[in-house]
């Protein structure tokens, strides 16, 4: 049982992290930390949309994972690249109430010592409300700089204008969210927003760059300095992409370009050698990729505290 002390009444006692929940790695001269917004509850059928059931539901006892829902990680991270700071991502906020979990960003920023005004950068690697939604909480936006620069594809914000979910295999609720989600933060930051085309280094080391696939527009972002690396590769792939980078998760928008992308960048990854850390990857969520066989393997880094 844990006590703490001096603690108000039970009924107006604000939730307690067990662990703080952020994890700080150095890339170079690069500071990057590691953000959880929390967990977003989901079926499993979304996992592996293309796989034969029997397959999926193997993977997930192996993986000691309940065969109808699972919790998907959902993590942002800060980068600090000589006096620029940069927000990689932005969580939930509040868009959909069916993730009651997530949407923690805005104060484990500030629990971190990171306030809001600080930032003067924000990339979105795309505008699903799980990576835009923070920057839509009451207060988030008045708190910004009003100079804060937002970087983001010219092809991802092209895409929002009349999306395509025709290939996406989403819980029912989903995609009416998505849309007035991506739609509401072009109309509040539109003013702040620097659009790139295929690649845009936004700070010294800092660099975004077009991949397409889960969205045409989503990108990823690359740390690097001093001779390391650390990709940020947003929503490109997810746990069990490892063991089966050919199955379809049913948030993409384009499966088979998914498929293309995630395992050009796991190639990559494993002959650069460098850090990963993904959106929907476990927590911290910093590790290598190996090629294993005609798949993959994830190899998380040894926790440094």
């Known amino acids: 049982m844990f006590i703490v002390e001096n603690a108000p009444p039970a009924a107006v006692q604000a939730p307690i992290d067990l662990v703080p929940s952020r994890y ?59 006096a620029q700071t940069i927000l990689i991502d932005a969580g939930l906020g509040g868009q959909f109430p069916g993730f009651p979990r ?37 207060g988030v936006r008045e708190r910004l700089s009003p100079n804060v620069r937002i970087h983001v594809s010219a092809t991802e914000v092209a895409f929002w204008t009349s999306p395509d979910f025709t290939q ?9 969210v998505l849309r007035s989600t991506a739609k509401r933060f072009y109309e509040i930051y539109r003013d702040r927003l620097h659009i790139f085309e295929d690649r845009h280094e936004v700070a010294p080391g800092v660099i975004v760059r077009l991949t397409g696939g889960h969205t045409p527009g989503h990108s990823v972002v690359d740390l690097v300095s001093g001779g390391e690396r650390l990709t940020f590769a947003g929503d490109a792939m997810f746990p069990v992409a490892f063991d089966h980078p050919e199955w379809h998760n049913g948030f993409e928008h384009d499966p088979e370009e998914s498929e293309r992308v995630r395992v050009g960048l796991f190639r990559e990854l494993a002959e650069n050698r460098g850090l990963l850390v993904a959106a929907h990857l476990p927590f911290p969520s910093v590790g290598r990729v190996a090629v294993e066989g005609d798949a993959f393997r994830w190899v998380p880094v040894i926790w440094d505290y």
């Open 24 to 82: 700080a790695v150095q890339v170079g001269d690069i500071e990057a930390l590691v953000v959880s917004d929390g967990v977003l509850p989901l079926p499993t059928s979304t996992m592996a949309t293309n796989a034969d059931p029997a397959d999926l539901a193997n993977w997930l006892d192996r993986m000691y994972m309940p065969p109808d829902a699972f919790d998907w990680p959902l993590n942002v991270m800060v980068a600090k690249s000589g």
């Open 102 to 138: 997530a949407g923690q960003f805005p104060q484990r920023l500030q629990a971190a010592g990171i306030p809001l005004e600080s930032v003067t950068d924000v990339i979105i690697t795309h505008m699903h409300m799980d990576h835009v939604g923070g920057l839509l909480v009451d």
């Open 168 to 176: 996406t295999v989403m819980p029912k609720p989903v995609p009416n």
